[in-house]
């Protein structure tokens, strides 16, 4: 079955800098509609980023200017790099992959703290 397989999770301080990674396989990934989502803590999941196999890309408010998504379509591969984080970008970071399916990651925790 499809499998979305997130890393690059961890502890960071204010202002630091993590990248996220998100490996697909049994998809057709240029299929795909690619996206990063968080769950703050006790609070709904919400779209961080997406982006098309065409590299048109998309931003919540709240990341623009901070987070940049890409994709690799050759590996199969979308990243998260996210710069200046804040402590409100702690999170279950969640990779998302929609065609006429869904699927979703097992989720890798961010966390920003000093």
């Known amino acids: 079955q499809v499998q979305l397989v997130e890393s690059g999770g961890g502890s960071v301080q204010p202002g630091g800098s993590l990248r996220l990674s998100c490996e697909a396989s049994?998809?057709?990934?240029?299929?795909?509609?690619m996206a990063w989502y968080r769950q703050p803590p006790g609070k709904q999941r919400e779209l961080v980023a997406g982006?098309?196999?065409?590299?048109?890309?998309n931003y919540a408010d709240s990341v623009r200017g901070r987070f940049t998504i890409s994709r690799d379509n050759a590996k199969n591969q979308v990243y998260l790099q996210m710069n200046s984080l804040k402590f409100e970008d702690t999170a279950v970071y969640y990779c998302?992959?929609?065609?006429?399916?869904?699927?979703w990651g097992q989720g890798t925790q961010v966390t920003v703290s000093s």
């Open positions: 998302n992959a929609r065609d006429y399916s869904v699927y």
């Open positions: 049994r998809i057709t990934f240029t299929r795909y509609i």
């Open positions: 982006i098309t196999s065409g590299g048109a890309t």
